[in-house]
């Protein structure tokens, strides 16, 4: 079992930064893939971002794609989530997500956190 818990969120100005961050506990992370989603009101969740396991290879929404960088921490079990140029329709509960394997995955997430509000005003 894997306990994850995000941290970071918060209100914004559109066209300002934000970086979230997910540790996790109870084992080490070093074979798990790791990524965010995020949930806007009255919307799906959707895939934000994914990295593998040893942090070489990641990937983005097309949404998110230039603006977002995702990375990870073995040593400390952290994954982060760095947000620069956040835009109004940023505004969602972003979660953060693990899963077995070796490579980048936009699914099949089995662990969950609960979540922490991004708010980006005009």
């Known amino acids: 079992q894997v306990r994850l818990v995000e941290s970071g969120g918060g209100l914004v100005q559109a066209g300002g930064s934000q970086r979230l961050s997910c540790t996790a506990s109870s084992r080490t992370l070093s074979n798990y893939a790791m990524a965010w989603f995020r949930q806007a009101p009255e919307k799906v969740r959707e895939f934000v971002a994914g990295i593998n396991w040893s942090g070489g290879s990641s990937v983005y929404a097309q949404s998110v794609s230039g603006r977002f960088t995702i990375s990870r921490d073995n040593a400390k079990n952290n994954v982060y989530l760095q947000m620069n140029s956040l835009k109004p329709e940023d505004t969602a509960v972003y979660y953060c997500?693990?899963?077995?394997?070796?490579?980048?995955?936009?699914?099949?997430?089995?662990?969950w956190g609960q979540g922490t509000q991004v708010t980006v005003s005009s």
């Open positions: 997500a693990v899963r077995e394997g070796n490579y980048v995955y936009r699914d099949g997430y089995e662990y």
